[in-house]
């Protein structure tokens, strides 16, 4: 199960390449983290923060992974507006994350 889990990771953070090419801008995060908390745990969220600090430290605008955890703990629980929602949702559907949740049996 933790190898799958880990696939699972790994291919989290290719959607995110894949849908951010240029890298994730700052007024996506709270959107972002709250799609993707449907899907991962507090622990693969922190990776994912982690990694986006990484990713943005070649840009105009970084951030380093205290901000984001910050911005996890203050931000993430506060509504993310409908056009956000639509905005990062779409992102991450073109990258190929998987929006929809698997049938229950």
Do not use: C, H
């Amino acid at each position: 199960m933790a190898e799958n889990r880990s696939n699972f990771m790994v291919r989290a953070v290719d959607w995110l390449r894949a849908g951010y090419p240029t890298g994730v801008p700052r007024q996506d995060y709270v959107a972002l983290l709250g799609v993707l908390r449907r899907k991962l745990t507090e622990e693969e969220i922190r990776k994912i923060a982690n990694d986006l600090a990484e990713q943005s430290l070649g840009t105009d605008d970084p951030i380093n992974a205290e901000d984001i955890e910050a911005m996890i703990n203050d931000n993430v629980m506060q509504q993310a507006t409908p056009e956000d929602v639509v905005r990062v949702s779409a992102r991450l559907a073109a990258g190929g994350w998987p929006l929809a949740d698997p049938p229950q049996d």
